[in-house]
Each structure stands twice: as C-alpha cells, then as structure tokens.
C-alpha cells in the first residue's frame, strides 16, 4: 500500500514568495495532520483535519499560513508571503481515527526561505 | 493539557549493549502512549503503541515498552542494540478528542551507537 506522500521533497525559495506544500495521504484515513519540526521546538502541530473539515488550526504560527482539505486525497499548507524564519521540515500525517490507528507519516519536506 | 518529557536530549550506547529511554506524561486520564523513530531524511516511523491491556507492549525491531502508571512512564528499551538503530525516538500521548485521540510529541532522544 501507497504510504502518505509529500511533495515537494526540498524547496528552497527566497523571501517573500508563496510557498505550496502538498500532501496525499493514505486512502481511507479520515484525519490528516500537518506537523513542523525545527531543532529549536521539536515536532509543532500546526493543524488537523477530520473528514476534510479543519479541527484545530490553533498551532498555525500567522495568518502568513493557511491550509485546506479540498477532498479527502488531498491537502496543501501554504505560506504567504514566507520568511527565513519559516525554514524547517513540514510533515503530513494520515490516520483512521474509526479504528484509533497510529499516525503514517509522510517522508517531509525540507523547506528553505533564504 | 497532556505533555511529555523525554529527559535525555542524547544518549550513548555501544553496539550490542542495552538500551533504556525514557519517557514521562502528564495526562489526567487513562493515555494512549506511543514510540516513534525517525531515521535521517525521513518521517516517523511507529515502534510501537499501548491503549489498554498488558503494561508490556512488545514493538518492532526488537523494542518493548513498558506503561507504568504510579510513574506516569512509558520507557522504551532494547536487549542489545544495532548500530542501523541509531536514531531520534519520540515519544507520545495521546489526547481524547471527540471518541478519537489527537497525539502530543515529546521533544526526542537522539541515539548514538558505538562500534
């Protein structure tokens, strides 16, 4: 089985642009999570979706961040404009919350704002 | 609000010895716990998880955990560790959330393993 996928993998940017991060998560899981993971604050939960609807957006830093759920195979997180300070790995995370499975993390992606 | 310590920031362990990290919670109800690895360039892997029954829970990769109530702890060890486990290991709680649970990360033991 396909396990939740990120794109891109890298993105390395300059300041002020608007920054697409995607996230597909695996078929049939009803919760999605968008996560940060800096070496200054450990792994941050910005968001999280429950059948496409947004739950909790309450650890989304800015309103520079935004994130959607237009089906239930797929997402994005987007921030504009971005910042130096917004560089970290952004992971996706899918889980069937029916059957309180764990979270399948997706590989990240590695953004840069230079 | 659940949180979770994982006191040791780094632990040094020689390949073949034992391994022992830790993990504390606070959380007023009966928790879902968990471990995670991550290896370098990618997400996090589940180890293993406990809700209910046996204290013990066994894992992938030779790992177990071990609930501890009166603790408030969830340590993750192994008899003899390999040196592909060298890793970051987080560990979680999970809170209840409208019949689900949404999990909280603890801030990670980074592992090294010595030849």
């Known amino acids: 089985d396909a396990g939740v996928i990120q794109s891109p993998r890298h993105e390395v940017t300059e300041m002020g642009q608007e920054v697409t991060l995607r996230c597909k998560p695996i078929?049939?899981?009803?919760?999605l999570f968008w996560y940060r993971q800096t070496m200054m604050r450990g792994l941050e939960l910005l968001i999280y979706f429950n059948n496409n609807v947004p739950i909790d957006d309450s650890g989304m830093p800015e309103d520079r961040f935004s994130a959607k759920m237009p089906n239930a195979s797929f997402s994005t997180l987007k921030i504009q404009p971005s910042e130096p300070r917004d560089s970290a790995v952004y992971f996706c995370?899918?889980?069937?919350?029916?059957?309180?499975?764990?979270?399948?993390f997706g590989d990240g992606t590695r953004l840069s704002i230079l | 609000a659940q949180s979770v310590t994982q006191p040791d920031i780094h632990i040094t362990v020689s390949e073949g010895a034992s391994l022992e990290l830790r993990c504390n919670y606070s959380y007023g109800a009966t928790p879902y716990l968990f471990w995670y690895v991550q290896s370098p360039g990618q997400g996090l892997q589940l180890l293993l998880k406990?809700?209910?029954?046996?204290?013990l829970v066994q894992g992938i990769k030779g790992f177990e955990a071990e609930f501890k109530r009166s603790q408030s702890s969830f340590n993750l060890r192994k008899p003899s560790v390999h040196w592909s486990d060298a890793a970051e290991y987080f560990c979680?709680?999970?809170?209840?959330?409208?019949?689900?649970?949404?999990?909280?990360f603890g801030r990670g033991t980074s592992l090294i393993v010595h030849p």
């Open positions: 979680a709680v999970g809170k209840a959330s409208g019949g689900s649970y949404i999990p909280t």
């Open positions: 406990y809700f209910s029954g046996d204290t």
């Open positions: 995370a899918s889980r069937n919350g029916i059957s309180n499975q764990p979270q399948h």
């Open positions: 078929s049939g899981h009803d919760y």
